[in-house]
T-cell receptor, first 114, second 108 residues
Framework: SAVISQKPSRDICQRGTSLTIQCQVD?????MFWYRQQPGQSLTLIAT?????????ESGFVIDKFPISRPNLTFSTLTVSNMSPEDSSIYLC???????????FGPGTRLTVT | GQNIDQPTEMTATEGAIVQINCTYQ??????LFWYQQHAGEAPTFLSY????GLEEKGRFSSFLSRSKGYSYLLLKELQMKDSASYLC?????????FGTGTRLQVFP
């Protein structure tokens, strides 16, 4: 299965600033997914990123707050804009797992907003 | 709407068997997945069911009943390292929707 890396692994940011999270996959993939996991909670899908088209956002998430880039088939970025303490979460990049519809996850980026 | 429910927490003893239930109501279904997530780590894939019945994989088994919208994950011969959160997830077209997760604590 694909190996996924994310940068940064963690960060502490001030309210009102933005952070861009990078996701790199070791093989070409059609779809990349961004999830959020708030403290003590399960995973919530933020958006699906296809190369060459705009990301598709889930209900409750908007492009202005979470802009996504997908410049090629192995890389994507998620920006968390104008951060507030409520954005403190783990952000996980994910790709399809073996064509079953499951997911393989990156190690996550632990974001704390003060 | 989408609804996937699991018990919030469970406890068990080393060497025992534990069953973690998952019920779901989703607009579509193309498979049910179980993931394990240790604290501070990313989820890792455990099992996949698309047809009714039991799938066995070593100490872990997963069961699915599509007509009942029900699945369970069975963990046998529990070990301390099995203390983790277990996430049930339903595949719906190209999306994977996660349940609330069950935090399992294994005691000696």
């Amino acid at each position: 299965s694909a190996v996924i890396s994310q940068k940064p692994s963690r960060d502490i940011c001030q309210r009102g600033t933005s952070l861009t999270i990078q996701c790199q996959v070791d093989s070409q993939v059609t779809m990349m997914f961004w999830y959020r996991q708030q403290p003590g909670q399960s995973l919530t899908l933020i958006a699906t990123a296809n190369q060459g088209s705009e990301a598709t956002y889930e209900s409750g998430f908007v492009i202005d707050k979470f802009p996504i880039s997908r410049p090629n088939l192995t890389f994507s970025t998620l920006t968390v804009s104008n951060m507030s303490p409520e954005d403190s979460s783990i952000y996980l990049c994910s790709v399809e797992l073996g064509g079953l519809g499951g997911r393989n996850f990156g190690p996550g980026t632990r974001l704390t907003v003060t | 709407g989408q609804n996937i429910d699991q018990p919030t927490e469970m406890t068990a003893t080393e060497g025992a068997i534990v069953q973690i239930n998952c019920t779901y109501q989703t607009s579509g279904f193309n498979g049910l997945f179980w993931y394990q997530q240790h604290a501070g780590e990313a989820p890792t894939f455990l099992s996949y069911n698309v047809l009714d019945g039991l799938e066995e994989k070593g100490r872990f088994s997963s069961f699915l009943s599509r007509s009942k919208g029900y699945s369970y994950l069975l963990l046998k011969e529990l070990q301390m390292k099995d203390s983790a959160s277990y996430l049930c997830a339903v595949g719906n077209t190209d999306k994977l929707i996660f349940g609330t997760g069950t935090r399992l604590q294994v005691f000696p």
